[in-house]
């Protein structure tokens, strides 16, 4: 059972573009939610977090969008650049627990 | 520092061998996990470790045995494995959750392992 549905499964932007990724989830005791990027050939590094009771967190070029009544957040990648091309995981987890939820990973590839 | 390091970065396994992947931190954490990635897929959660207590085992076959020395140390021991088992093995660590809760889960590079 996918707890935690991302979307688009790919994505190619121009360098400069804006990237979206969104991401869904069903269980309501979710209370914090990474984005991790991973490389080929690494593991996924922790890019921004978001806990539910802010809807929006900016950390440089890179912002999560948190709608609590959807249960949707989004991370939105400003002025794309080709460094940026990798595979992207939103994830969801308890406060009091261990287990992280991740999407299926989406790839985006950033053209010059 | 919040680096987590693991050892080695690629091994290669006969399924009759015996192997361990390494994995340390210093961030002071008490949760540390192992999970398993196939190629184009999200990681799996396999084991749980919670202030050096395996609190969390995902039916993992027992060809697949965790040991946790100390808080800073996480071993994943290898026995009889298959090939189906080749995959990048990846430890993270994160604050143990409890009342503050769970944070970040910080990984490691990963053990590329290879059975033939």
């Known amino acids: 059972q996918q707890q935690v549905k991302q979307s688009p499964q790919s994505l190619i932007v121009q360098k400069g573009g804006i990237s979206i990724i969104n991401c869904a989830y069903e269980?309501?005791?979710?209370?914090?939610f990474p984005w991790y990027q991973q490389f080929p050939g690494k593991g996924p590094a922790l890019l921004i977090a978001?806990?539910?009771?802010?809807s929006e967190k900016k950390e440089g070029r890179f912002t999560i969008s948190f709608n609590k009544s959807a249960k949707q957040f989004s991370l939105h990648i400003m002025d794309s650049q080709p460094g940026d091309s990798a595979t992207y995981f939103c994830?969801?987890?308890?406060?009091?627990?261990?287990?992280?939820?991740f999407g299926k990973g989406n790839q985006v590839v950033v053209i010059p | 520092d919040t680096e987590v390091t693991q050892t080695p970065k690629h091994l290669v396994m006969g399924m009759t061998n015996k192997k361990s992947l390494k994995c340390e931190q210093h961030?002071?954490?008490?949760?540390m996990y192992w999970y398993k990635q196939k190629a184009k897929k999200p990681p799996e959660l396999m084991f749980v470790?919670?202030?050096?207590?395996?609190?969390i085992n995902e039916s993992v076959p027992s060809r697949f045995s965790p040991e946790c020395p100390n808080s800073s140390l996480l071993n994943l021991h290898l026995h009889a494995l298959q090939p189906e088992d080749s995959a990048l093995y990846l430890c993270?660590?994160?604050?143990?959750?409890?009342?503050?809760?769970?944070?970040?889960?910080?990984f490691g590079q990963g053990t590329r392992l290879t059975v033939v």
């Open positions: 993270a660590s994160s604050q143990a959750g409890g009342i503050w809760g769970s944070t970040e889960a910080f």
């Open positions: 269980n309501t005791a979710f209370d914090y």
């Open positions: 978001i806990r539910p009771d802010v």
């Open positions: 994830a969801a987890s308890r406060r009091r627990g261990n287990r992280l939820a």
């Open positions: 961030m002071g954490h008490r949760a």
């Open positions: 470790y919670s202030y050096e207590k395996l609190s």
